[in-house]
Each structure stands twice: as structure tokens, then as C-alpha cells.
């Protein structure tokens, strides 16, 4: 993972600034957040939370939010993007996704894993990460697991230049089939999730499943329009996309997506 953790800790002001570009992405997740999650102040652990941006958020709603990341540099920033939003986090804690033991079980009424199922190669690592997490949450808790779609990376190749697709036809076609990225192109090393295995995955870790949701809806690339508008003409957009992000046949179309389950009630 140390890969992973510098690209972080050199990129904390690019994560935050990226669900700033990524309108549809950041509202689509955040309507998700507060369908499903219980009323606040429920207590609540952003695992992989980047630089706070979900955590921050729902600790202005009252929640009590922990924020977890493999990243020294995102939890930093998001000690200073909390302190100048006048809101208060339980806590910013420097951990792996994968080893989440100093936590007590069932302490959490919900977890977020919205990062890093990104970097886990294998199956059995991603599995792992949401048993770590369904190990945090109570009974009838929720897990909201995000996960990059296999197409995106191919979507984000055509819009930057990356060459593989041209230069390096084996990469592309190995990519394609496996989902794991790490020629260091554009990306720390990553995995990229097609939409048919999210949900197997989420139910072999032990979740009932909820929903499964394309987080760009029908917008993935095509948002700067709709982000110029404000008011009523914005929300009317906002509005439909969410309802468009739930569309099955979507899914490929989304650059993320979000899988939200429940673990069984005792």
C-alpha cells in the first residue's frame, strides 16, 4: 500500500478538490448518505475518507463521524477543512482499511468505505475490507462501499491522453479482464470493479443488499452544463439524475459506483 499512501499524501488538496469537479459524483452519494442513514446523531465511521469531505459533511448534520485513512496528508487537511467549517469530528485516525482491530465491534451505526476498495487488488483483500467494516457496525447497520467501474478507466484514458490503449495493446486487453491498474499512469495502482461483481461481493461479505447505484448517474462526463445552473434549475437536475443513478441499465455508464448494505439484525 505504500504506493497508495504517497500518491495521497502528495495529491490531499487534489482529492478534496476533485468531488468539486465531480458535482454529480459528490450529490448523488450524499442524497445516498442521508436516504438511507439513521437519524443523526448516530455515530458513523468514514473509513478511507480521503480528506473529509463525506465526514465533514455529515458532522455539520449532526452525525459523530470518525474519519480513518491510510493517508497522514488527507487527514490533515481535513483537521483544517473541519476546523474552518466550525464543525467537530470524533476523531482522525491513521489506519489501513484492511487492519481495523483497535476499533471496538459494533460500535458504529453505519460505515463508509468509499475509497478504499479502489486499491485492493484481489478479491479476497476486498472481501476482507468489508469485513472490517461489518465487524464496526451494530446489528442492522449499514455499509456504503464505493467502487471505480471497470469503463472508467478507459473513459478517463480517452479524456487525458494516457497512450496504453494505442502504445501498450496488452495492458489495455489485461486491464479489460482483470480491472487491476498499475502502470502508474494517471492513478496510484487501483482496481477497477465491474458492475456485475459488486453486488456478489457485497452479499459474500455478509450485507443484505440495499442498492446498487451509478454515483455520476446519466452525468459521468457530461456535468458542466448542469453544474453552471443554480436554484431550481439545478435542483431539477439533481433531482432526476438521482433517480437516473439507480437505472440497472446505467451502471456501466457511471464512472463510481456505490453499493449500500445492511448487516442482519440480531
Same mark, same amino acid.
Given at each position: 500500500m505504500y504506493n497508495v499512501e504517497d500518491f495521497y499524501d502528495r495529491n490531499p488538496q487534489e482529492e478534496w478538490d476533485r468531488l468539486e469537479r465531480h458535482w454529480a459524483e459528490y450529490e448523488n452519494s450524499l442524497r445516498a448518505l442521508t436516504e438511507f442513514l439513521p437519524p443523526a446523531p448516530a455515530r458513523l465511521i468514514d473509513i478511507g475518507g480521503g480528506p473529509g469531505r463525506y465526514a465533514i459533511a455529515l458532522a455539520g448534520m449532526g452525525y459523530?463521524?470518525?474519519?480513518?485513512?491510510?493517508?497522514?496528508?488527507?487527514?490533515?487537511l481535513a483537521k483544517q477543512k473541519a476546523a474552518e467549517a466550525g464543525v467537530?469530528?470524533?476523531?482522525?485516525?491513521?489506519?489501513?482499511?484492511?487492519?481495523?482491530?483497535?476499533?471496538?465491534?459494533?460500535?458504529?451505526?453505519?460505515?463508509?468505505?468509499?475509497?478504499?476498495?479502489?486499491?485492493?487488488?484481489?478479491?479476497?483483500?476486498?472481501? %476482507?475490507? @468489508? &469485513?472490517? !467494516?461489518?465487524? /464496526?457496525i451494530a446489528p442492522g447497520g449499514l455499509v456504503f462501499a464505493a467502487f471505480i467501474t471497470r469503463f472508467a478507466a478507459f473513459r478517463d484514458a480517452a479524456v487525458h491522453g494516457y497512450t496504453y490503449v494505442q502504445d501498450d495493446p496488452a495492458y489495455a486487453e489485461k486491464l479489460l479482464a482483470t480491472g487491476v491498474h498499475d502502470n502508474g499512469q494517471g492513478f496510484a495502482d487501483a482496481y477497477f470493479a465491474h458492475p456485475a461483481e459488486v453486488v456478489p461481493l457485497g452479499e459474500s461479505a455478509g450485507f443484505t443488499t440495499l442498492r446498487l447505484m451509478g454515483c455520476e448517474g446519466i452525468l459521468a462526463g457530461h456535468e458542466e452544463y448542469v453544474k453552471s445552473?443554480?436554484?431550481?434549475?439545478?435542483?431539477?437536475?439533481?433531482?432526476?439524475?438521482?433517480?437516473?443513478?439507480?437505472?440497472? %441499465?446505467? @451502471? &456501466?455508464? !457511471?464512472?463510481? /459506483?456505490?453499493?449500500?448494505g445492511q448487516k442482519e439484525a440480531r
Open positions: 459523530r463521524v470518525t474519519l480513518v485513512d491510510l493517508s497522514q496528508g488527507n487527514l490533515d467537530e469530528l470524533d476523531g482522525f485516525i491513521h489506519a489501513n482499511a484492511l487492519d481495523l482491530s483497535a476499533f471496538p465491534e459494533a460500535g458504529f451505526r453505519a460505515a463508509l468505505l468509499m475509497g478504499p476498495l479502489y486499491h485492493l487488488h484481489t478479491v479476497e483483500e476486498r472481501r %476482507s475490507a @468489508l &469485513g472490517q !467494516a461489518r465487524r /464496526l445552473l443554480t436554484g431550481p434549475a439545478r435542483d431539477s437536475w439533481a433531482e432526476i439524475n438521482y433517480r437516473m443513478a439507480q437505472e440497472p %441499465s446505467l @451502471l &456501466g455508464a !457511471a464512472d463510481h /459506483l456505490l453499493y449500500i
